[in-house]
């Protein structure tokens, strides 16, 4: 190979590793905050992926149930609207119809009242016709209000395909997660193989599972997604790490919901991630109540539709 092919071969690769590094550079928590003692549970027993998955499947169904029996009520609260809104109007025709009759009435009487008519009862009728134009009043059809339709009615069963397509692409993400749980940690890795950083692990899977494509580290990542609070955070949602000495986020993972099962993290929030140092290593579970992750803890982003 000519000399001068070889050097642009490897100054080429040198710029992209370099690259590399600097879109990476101190994407990792582990690098500026240091362990303390007590800082991670002793686990001996995981949640298992079928715990996780079996726990986020009934969490998302009590979740789902309780929003259908609020689109349950709007429905019957909008049945009795339609059917109000039925019976107004049928007053309002009959009430029409019947000032139409009046009206008719009173401009043509009755012909044997015309031929027996003399010039005291013709004063008489008009006096009563005056009377009675007065007390029909054309304006009393406004006296019955208009009621509106409701505003883009969703009906039970629209909600309930929506809710469905929602819980299916988390939890799609989730199991494309989980199924790397074991996979080692590398800086900078984007890939299963060699292995994953803390960010690679997101877009990879966002990527695999979802043709959702996020990019760059932790930091680009949340600012690519929208803020959500812990409390409203949903399994699928992203959770966000940031230390005191740290410029940036500098770690992210797959917000996995409560612990679902009987096991060393007890009753506390999950997550996936891609951890390089501590106790354990790699693509592991973590919990959100050791000392670690709650001193660090910065936010959750939301990448997929709510339940709404």
Known sequence: MNIKKILSVVLISSFSVLTFAQESEN???????????????????????????????????EVKQKKLNIYKRLENERNKLNSAKKSVNAAKENQKSSLEKKKEALKNPKSKNKTSETPENAKKSSSQKQKKSHSVKPEEKDKIPELKEPIQPVT???????????????????????????TQYVWGGKSPVPGFDCSGLVTFTAKKSLNL?????????????????????????????????????THVGIYLGKNPGKNDFGNQNLF?????????????????NENYWKKTFYGCTRILDSIE
Do not use: H, W
């Open 272 to 288: 996936l991630n891609a951890a390089s140092g501590g106790p354990r290593t790699g693509v592991i579970v973590s919990g959100l």
């Open 156 to 182: 039970v069963e629209e909600a309930e395909q929506k809710f469905d397509e929602t819980i299916g692409s988390r939890e799609k993400f989730i199991a494309c997660g989980m199924d790397y749980k074991g």
């Open 213 to 249: 494509d996020l990019k760059g580290n932790a930091q680009d990542i949340y600012n690519q997604t929208k803020p959500v609070s812990l409390s409203d955070a949903l399994p699928g949602d992203l959770i966000f790490f940031k230390g005191d000495t740290d410029t940036r986020i």
């Open 27 to 61: 994407d990792d928590i582990f690098k500026n905050q240091s362990v303390q003692k007590n800082d991670f549970y002793e686990i001996t027993v995981e949640p298992s992926t079928q715990e996780i998955s079996s726990g986020i499947t009934k969490y998302f169904e």
